[in-house]
């Protein structure tokens, strides 16, 4: 059990608005909360790159699909850093990177329910980058003020590079909006598609215990719902001067209050893909991550034995 007293102490830390390092103090729910929270975005990144990874080799030229290689990478470098971080956290448990990795290879971490869909076509892939990567780059914008500095420090490497990416999407939907009549058509389906996910992507109105706990620790700073509004206010202005339509007939916005009305998505159907891995893609791409993981166990295993061998002055 937390030692009552210092844990007051460090939420007067907190209050204050003070910033907690990874070799401070802090309660055993505090910990738990943001390996949780820094597990799954680290996750959520390395699945991330799979949907946009079947669509390398298939890129219209050569430029896009550097630009896209590029990206996948990215993403991979932003859940290893990630990894990094709640490999750390999870010292105390006797847990570390390999544990992390396995753990979404078993079910036992979530990922992000819009990395668990189709991406039947090129207009998916700039869609990803321009709905997906912005409505991530709000959510990790609001993360930069969080109370754990290691994650907010690091947050803003990853959210300098995601605005990259949502530019590459939004290129490629820029592309297809001045292309021909099956471009345009072919934009629109891919917006259609995206849409209700991205209603999901922030979670529901009313937040858990847990996500509520990370409002009163400031890990996070928004409630899920400020975040919603936050992408929408920014995402229809955007859809709209495109000339395409956003499917959703109940969208509007009230003019004192400047929130906007929505339809629901389906809360049922999207928790069961994020719980139970039960979408289009969720078993494909998870083995897709076995097969690179058990594959490359070789490589992980002998890296840690040269390092072993080696002397302190030198590198492996």
């Known amino acids: 059990m937390d030692d009552p007293v210092r844990t007051a102490e460090f939420m007067a830390r907190i209050e204050a608005g003070e910033k907690i390092e990874a070799t401070d103090w802090m309660p055993e729910e505090y910990r738990r909360l943001l390996i949780k929270q820094i597990h799954m975005h680290g996750i959520s990144e390395i699945m991330?790159?799979?949907p946009e990874k079947e669509w390398v080799t298939k890129a219209p030229t050569i430029r896009?699909?550097?630009a896209l290689n590029a990206k996948v990478q990215d993403e991979i470098g932003h859940g290893q850093m990630?990894?990094?971080l709640a490999e750390d956290l999870s010292r105390p448990y006797g847990r570390g990177r390999e544990d992390l990795m396995d753990d979404v290879i078993d079910g036992r971490v979530k990922f992000h329910n819009v990395f668990h869909l189709e991406a039947p076509t090129w207009a998916d892939a700039g869609v990803i980058g321009f709905l997906v990567?912005?409505?991530a780059i709000i959510t990790q914008a609001m993360l930069l003020d969080?109370?754990?500095?290691p994650y907010a420090r690091m947050l803003k490497r990853i959210v300098a590079e995601e605005s990259f990416h949502m530019q590459h999407g939004e290129s490629v939907v820029l592309a297809l909006a001045e292309g021909t009549d099956e471009q345009r058509a072919m934009l629109q389906s891919a917006i259609n598609r995206w849409w209700p996910a991205m209603m999901f992507f922030f979670g529901p109105r009313e937040m858990g215990p847990a996500s509520r706990r990370m409002l009163e620790y400031r890990i996070r700073t928004m409630t899920n719902e400020e975040l919603r509004q936050k992408f929408i206010n920014r995402y229809v202005p955007r859809i709209r001067a495109l000339g395409m339509t956003i499917p959703d007939p109940r969208l509007s916005q009230d003019p004192v209050t400047?929130?906007?009305q929505y339809t629901d998505p389906d809360w049922e159907w999207f928790n069961d893909v994020v719980h139970h891995?039960?979408?289009p893609m969720s078993k494909a791409r998870l083995a897709l991550r076995q097969q690179a993981h058990q594959g490359q166990?070789?490589?992980r295993e002998a890296v840690l034995v040269a390092g072993a061998r080696s002397s302190p002055g030198q590198t492996a």
């Not at 969080?146 to 500095?149: C, H, L, P, Q, V």
């Open 297 to 299: 166990r070789w490589v």
């Open 277 to 279: 891995n039960t979408g």
């Open 64 to 66: 896009r699909k550097l």
């Open 258 to 260: 400047g929130q906007w």
């Open 133 to 135: 990567d912005g409505g």
């Open 146 to 149: 969080s109370s754990y500095a």
């Open 48 to 50: 991330g790159a799979y």
């Open 82 to 84: 990630l990894l990094r």
